[in-house]
């Protein structure tokens, strides 16, 4: 197996606990790491685990789970573990892992997972629309849409995700929240290949000339993807196909490095807006 075998690689840091009396990873912490790795691969397709599995109705139970051991990793070094699906059977399906430190591998994996009742644990036949998307983020099809349209067309879901982001999560007022232009902003909403909203994002006209893109929200299971950055891509292509020559944002201090990599800049000090500290962002178009 090489690296460019996989389209998922999972970044994982060896930590002081995983060593054993040999200096090296012991043995039983690499199927630990296939598992963050698996949940990574679930994130990669877009599809939030528990809540895929009670959509379709199963859940998923390893069956087999052989390890090659090849070469040692030790403490502190930078491990990028591959996750791909080879093969589907009628309830089955084959996982590979690779875990490799640079371009060497140190061990591989074989995984056989089973979609079975929750309870019963008694198989069934693994969903075609799950086959689908597997099928098409290895063949490196996007497993996100994101589409933008009004608040009418929007509003529903978007307004779902904002609620568990900022109210229920933050903590911020439901009167502080919503307001008068959401009817008139235009809405981004990113959907997975099952339909299920996962992000989402408005823009409105500041001033003349300059659009302002705010509430923005990623579900806490879709974090740390690229689906924020769709959302975002999506309603600054929106803004220059109107005509707008910059965008402006109030950014979330912990969000500020994501907006930094979408290349906006810092404008001013710090400040707060409803109990949380931001900063005002731009970017030319």
């Known amino acids: 197996m090489k690296r460019q075998d996989f389209r998922f690689l999972e970044p994982l840091r060896v930590r002081w606990a995983e060593i054993d009396a040999q200096g090296i990873v012991f ?7 296939m598992d963050t790795a698996i949940s990574g691969y679930w994130r990669a397709l877009a599809l ?3 809540d895929t599995m009670k959509l379709l109705g199963g859940d998923l139970f390893v069956r087999r789970a052989a390890l ?3 070469a040692s990793a030790r403490y502190d070094d930078r491990l990028d573990i591959g996750v791909r699906c080879r093969e589907f059977g009628n309830s089955s399906m084959k996982v590979d892992g690779a875990f490799f430190r640079g371009d060497q591998l140190l061990v591989q994996a074989d995984m056989i997972y ?4 929750p309870v019963a644990q008694t198989p069934q036949r693994l969903p075609d629309a799950l086959r689908d998307v597997i099928h098409g ?8 849409d994101v589409s933008v349209g009004g608040w009418k067309e929007h509003g529903e879901a978007a307004g779902t995700i904002r609620r568990e982001v900022f109210i229920e999560e933050q903590g911020i007022p439901a009167d502080m929240e919503w307001d008068a232009a959401d009817a008139s902003c235009l809405h981004a909403l990113a959907r997975n290949r099952f339909g299920v909203p996962l992000a989402t994002g408005r823009m409105l006209e500041h001033v003349p000339g300059v659009a302002k893109i705010g509430r923005m929200a990623v579900l806490r299971s879709m974090r740390g993807t690229q ?6 891509d999506a309603l600054m292509a929106e803004a ?5 020559r910059e965008v402006l944002l109030h950014a979330q201090l912990s969000a500020e490095n994501f907006y930094l990599r979408a290349g906006f800049q810092r404008r001013g000090q710090p400040f707060e807006e409803v109990g949380i500290a931001h900063v005002e962002m731009v970017r030319a178009l």
């Open 227 to 232: 689906i924020g950055r769709q959302v975002l």
């Open 114 to 117: 089973v979609f079975a009742d």
């Open 137 to 144: 983020f290895e063949a490196g099809q996007s497993v996100v």
């Open 68 to 70: 090659d051991y090849l």
């Open 27 to 33: 043995n039983g912490h690499y199927l630990t790491y």
């Open 240 to 244: 220059r196909s109107q005509g707008y």
């Open 48 to 50: 939030p685990y528990a």
